[in-house]
């Protein structure tokens, strides 16, 4: 069985690389690292399909290493010490390097085991992860390792690499076919950034065009190609950094009153399948952004909420979209939001105090009280409802925490209270 064309294809050198300018560029310091020969232990931090495992088979053949690539999710202890055991051998004269895919799928005990053979310079150690590696790597293996940061691959970079898997096939299959406009460019737009994606969606392009008449071309089409990639541009772990950078992004573009950047991530949460998160951001955006600008927000996104949740995906697009844009494009406050972080930070403080007798529940005084009773004023008895009185602990009888926002709704609630209290 032959082996998917992105390994066949796979590049030999730095110059056939795709992407990552900011690392392969001329003057660039990994670039200028592994020209020198001489190597460090090395991170490659960044998503699948953006060239990490090439690149370091290209380090290991440029700087003439033995090569040994295991992976996080089944290579154990005995795997490092076979590699390391290949070192100072007529196998590995010039030393082994060791590609560890998957880095974060190590536990500590087996980071352990590899941090002593990079420590005795047996094995060069080049690491992948698609996690952030501060959060997956042991601090050990950080302090004697560089990391750098893999980007996704943009798909005006990937279009050279679609028109190679073009040209490779045509010579591979020796058969002269045709691509029609618009075909190269929808693969490489359709598969997120990953290259070997898009090389394995040309390949698949190929076999499913159907075969030439005689005195015919092979024909691959633009419709076959939207087929084929519908869902490949989908980028996403539940459990990783993409995740969590896209509902950031989902949330910012709310609070940022951008309804067509907050229904683009909603649309990028809910093709994931991630309804949960979708329902929950919305809510605490409504919440924490809009707030008292528009309170009546939040029972009318609960009810979209309810409605997602119980419809389902994919109909469950149609009320949150109406949501997510409502939130966008409503007045924003987060008055509420600051006052409760301003009295939590006052309590986590220590300040505090006794609840002032005339707001406690009723119930006996001691002999010892001075003044005794309650003399608590019951609002509803005076005019507007409302009465001077303490409510905070003496401790923090002045401080105030809500400021009224510059909205609407906040400002006529503010000139209310300033003429009823300004009055007494």
């Not at 001329?26 to 190597?39: D, H, K, M, Q, Y």
């Not at 950047?261 to 949460?269: M, P, S």
């Not at 927000?297 to 697009?317: C, F, N, R, T, Y």
């Amino acid at each position: 069985m032959a082996a998917p064309l992105a390994e066949r294809l796979r590049p030999q050198n730095l110059d056939e690389m795709v992407g990552q300018p900011h690392l392969l560029g001329e003057g660039c310091a990994l670039r200028n690292i592994v020209l020198s020969g001489e190597l460090p232990n090395l991170i490659f931090y960044g998503p699948s399909g953006v060239g990490k495992t090439t690149f370091a088979e290209i380090i290991a053949k440029r700087t003439k290493r033995h090569f040994v690539r295991l992976n996080g999710t089944t290579a154990g202890t005995a795997d490092i010490k076979d590699a390391a055991a290949k070192a100072d051998t007529l196998l590995a004269p010039n030393g082994v390097l060791l590609y560890l895919d998957e880095i974060q799928y190590f536990n500590k005990k087996q980071q352990q085991s590899l941090l002593e053979s990079i420590e005795k310079g047996a094995v060069t150690l080049i690491a992948a992860t698609t996690e952030n590696p501060y959060f997956y790597v042991y601090n050990a293996i950080l302090s004697r390792s560089t990391v750098f940061e893999f980007k996704e691959v943009t798909s005006a970079q990937v279009i050279p690499a679609v028109e190679r898997a073009f040209r490779f096939l045509r010579k591979e299959r020796a058969e002269a076919f045709e691509v029609e406009p618009g075909v190269t460019e929808h693969i490489a737009a359709a598969c997120g950034g990953d290259v070997r994606k898009a090389m394995n969606a040309a390949e698949l392009c190929y076999l499913s065009a159907p075969a030439a008449a005689p005195g015919e071309v092979r024909r691959l089409r633009l419709d076959q190609a939207k087929e084929l990639t519908q869902r490949s541009a989908q980028r996403y772990d539940k459990e990783g950094d993409e995740h969590y950078d896209i509902v950031s992004a989902y949330q910012k573009s709310m609070r940022g009153s951008d309804p067509d950047a907050a229904v683009h991530y909603l649309a990028r949460l809910l093709e994931a399948g991630d309804l949960p998160s979708a329902c929950r951001r919305l809510m605490v955006c409504a919440c924490e952004d809009v707030g008292l600008a528009y309170p009546m927000i939040i029972p009318i996104v609960k009810a979209a909420v309810d409605a997602a949740m119980q419809v389902g995906l994919p109909e469950a697009s149609l009320p949150l979209a109406d949501a997510v844009i409502l939130v966008a494009t409503a007045p924003k406050s987060n008055t509420a939001y600051n006052a409760y972080g301003a009295a939590a930070a006052d309590l986590r403080a220590g300040k505090s105090g006794p609840i002032p007798r005339q707001l406690q529940n009723k119930h006996f005084d001691g002999a010892d009280n001075s003044a005794p009773g309650q003399n608590y004023l019951y609002a509803h008895d005076f005019p507007h409802h409302w009465v001077r009185q303490q409510y905070l602990p003496d401790a923090l009888r002045d401080a105030v925490y809500y400021h009224y926002g510059d909205n609407k709704t906040e400002q006529a609630a503010k000139a209310y209270w300033e003429a009823i209290k300004g009055a007494l």
